[in-house]
């Protein structure tokens, strides 16, 4: 599969899988996969990038369901660890413009031998001025959060949305993806600024019913872009 191959498939509902009961993540993703869900999230946190910790390498190799694996390194230096997760099977690896040695990282995806994706994650207090040297490498995908991780910045859906707007102009050939504040009550807002993908965990597997919860957001996103 190209690069070109993977990206045409970056779209709809990129499910947080790390919302899901820890216990029990292989039979989460198994039944995600059951619904037709393209994309698997993984938020990869060191908790020295952002407070908390969670992830690795072996999480992502043991969740080969079938589906995109989409890992949003959330760490302090990314290029330490890129290596591992390509070898544990990502198919998209995002790095964050705030974090050390960012271009060094995405440069180390775009680089490697078996086509995998290079997203750039944006928080909300980066400019996109502050951004240009690293959008200037043409990432794959942009990563767009309502929300600083760290705990500075609260989620605002209409400001990101305005972002994303923003960058369907700069970087036309990008996947462009939201990330942070997806639920019900707020999915048509977000796919009235037509990202690409969006990224959601709780608002899914934190509810009741899962499957039906995921089938009520899809419904919403393709009505509204309909």
């Not at 037709?36 to 999480?59: A, Q, Y």
Request: with cysteine.
């Amino acid at each position: 599969m190209t690069r070109d191959d993977l990206k045409s498939k970056i779209s709809g509902i990129s499910i947080g899988l790390f919302a899901a009961d820890l216990g029990n993540l292989r039979r989460a993703a198994q039944n995600i996969a059951e619904w037709k869900c393209k994309t698997l999230h993984f938020d990869v946190m060191d908790g020295v990038f952002v407070p908390n910790m969670i992830g690795g390498p072996g999480f992502v190799a043991a969740m080969d369901v079938g589906m995109l694996r989409d890992v949003h390194l959330m760490v302090k230096n990314p290029v330490d660890h890129v290596d591992s997760y390509i070898k544990a099977g990502a198919d998209l690896i995002t790095i964050h413009a705030e974090s050390e040695n960012a271009a060094e990282a995405i440069k180390a995806i775009q680089t490697s031998e078996r086509p995998i994706l290079a997203g750039l994650a944006l928080m909300p207090g980066t400019t996109l001025d502050e951004a240009a040297p690293l959008l200037a490498l043409e990432p794959d995908v942009i990563l767009v959060l309502s929300f600083d991780p760290r705990g500075s910045i609260p989620i605002d859906i209409t400001a990101t949305c305005a972002r994303l707007t923003e960058l369907r102009s700069l970087a036309p050939d990008c996947v462009l993806a939201f990330d942070g504040g997806v639920t019900r009550d707020s999915i048509v807002e977000i796919a009235a600024c037509a990202p690409d993908m969006m990224v959601s965990g709780s608002a899914v597997l934190g509810a009741k019913k899962p499957k039906r919860a995921y089938a009520a957001m899809l419904k919403a996103l393709e009505t509204t872009n309909s």
